[in-house]
């Protein structure tokens, strides 16, 4: 991993309560506390909970950031139940995640529409964690990499060479996301080294090597070493194991001492 410090976000998806968020970050960041300085822990908490999780964090001497689910490429207007990329800062956001498999397949959203809200994370100063992954039924076809190709070039269009220093891109093979099932590690590489190829297509070797790619779907403490040991994975986007602060701690553990 050539000077790509590894990145763990915990997301929390549509979970929690205004008491348990608050309790759950205090966990968080007290588990975490030791391996904070060599891995890069982000929590994407529900939208409503931003504020009062940012301020757990702010109160502690804790380097975990507070990132969003999803935000909306306009900055202002009639666009009733958005949160824009202002609000999200507003909040306390650095970070911000754009085409996650729930935001593609349940809630209906374009590779363009994903495009469009990565540039206006970007021009807002956030990092962008960009979401790619294919169905099962896509990977059955032999299509995973024509689908994580489709949907990085579109998400990456007219993204230049210096905001791709703020972009980190998470595969997560939408089979594996809540299923219990996980792509085997040589998998997960093969996905992640093809990524990785393509960046230097649509950048350079530079960016390409500097590029956090991030594996999602159903890490647990179990094998996270193992899939974190991968030559091109520089962590984890984690969901439910991230609302277990025994288990998103042992997973930032494991990213550490990879």
């Keep these: ?40 822990v982000v929590v994407f908490p529900p939208s409503p909970y931003l504020i009062g999780v940012a301020s757990i964090f ?39 995640l754009a085409g996650h498999s729930e935001r593609r397949h349940v809630i209906g959203e374009s590779d363009e529409l994903i495009n469009a809200k990565v540039k206006a994370m970007l021009a807002g100063g956030l990092t962008c ?28 269009a007219d993204v230049g060479l210096r905001q791709m220093e703020n972009v980190v891109i998470a595969y997560e093979p939408v089979w594996a996301i809540g299923t219990g ?31 956090r790619i991030i594996y999602g779907g159903s890490v647990k403490p179990s094998n996270a070493a193992t899939l974190f040991a991968q030559p091109d994975i520089d962590g984890g986007l984690i969901g439910g194991a991230s609302l277990k602060v025994d288990d998103f701690a042992a997973i930032v553990k494991a990213a550490s001492g990879a």
């Design 181 to 211: 099932k996980t792509a085997s590690p040589e998998d997960a590489q093969a996905a992640h080294e093809f990524i990785r190829g393509l960046l230097v297509e649509l950048y350079n070797d530079d960016v390409a090597n500097r590029t």
């Design 58 to 96: 702010k109160s502690r001497p804790s380097a975990i950031r507070v990132g969003a689910q999803d935000l909306y490429h306009e900055a202002e207007g009639a666009f009733t139940g958005e949160v824009s990329v202002g609000m999200g800062a507003d909040c306390g956001c650095e970070h911000a």
């Design 1 to 40: 991993m050539p000077d790509r410090k590894p990145y763990v976000g915990g997301n929390w998806k549509m979970n929690t309560t205004s008491d348990s968020s608050t309790s759950l970050a205090r966990g968080v960041c007290e588990a975490c506390e030791a391996a904070q300085g060599a891995v890069d």
């Design 129 to 156: 964690v960009l979401c790619v992954g294919e169905l099962l039924e896509e990977r059955e076809a032999g299509k995973t990499n024509e689908v994580n190709e489709r949907q990085l070039r579109t998400g990456l």
